[in-house]
Nanobody, 126 residues
Framework: QVQLVESGGGLVQAGGSLRLSCAAS????????VGWIRQAPGKEHEFVAA????????YYAKFVKGRFTISRDNAKNTVVLQMNSLKPEDTAVYYC???????????????????WGQGTQVTVSA
């Protein structure tokens, strides 16, 4: 089992940047895919980005490619989502989540994630 805590959300103007961090507890953190999933008001959860267990593979939703970068440090049990060129439509609660699945398809599927953090609010003003 793994516990996840997000930080780094906030209010930023369009075109700005934010860095979200996910701190994990548990000695088996490197056994999980870790992803970021967001939920805007009135909308379903939406996959944003994921990183494989060792950090060698990353996956992104089409709408964030080239703007967001996900990375992990297993020695520190952390995952970071660097968000640049933010747009008002990026406004949402961002969740860090962990999955025991190991395929790229599962990594991009919201329902495959077993453990979730409490979320952090990201608000992008126009």
């Amino acid at each position: 089992q793994v516990q996840l805590v997000e930080s780094g959300g906030g209010l930023v103007q369009a075109g700005g940047s934010l860095r979200l961090s996910c701190a994990a507890s548990g000695r088996t953190f490197s056994s999980y895919f870790v992803g970021w999933i967001r939920q805007a008001p009135g909308k379903e959860h939406e996959f944003v980005a994921a990183v494989s267990m060792g950090g060698e593979n990353t996956y992104y939703a089409k709408f964030v490619k080239g703007r967001f970068t996900i990375s992990r440090d297993n020695a520190k049990n952390t995952v970071v989502l660097q968000m640049n060129s933010l747009k008002p439509e990026d406004t949402a609660v961002y969740y860090c989540a962990a999955s025991t699945e190991s395929s790229w398809l599962s990594a991009m599927t919201v329902s495959s994630y077993d453990y979730w953090g409490q979320g952090t609010q990201v608000t992008v003003s126009a």
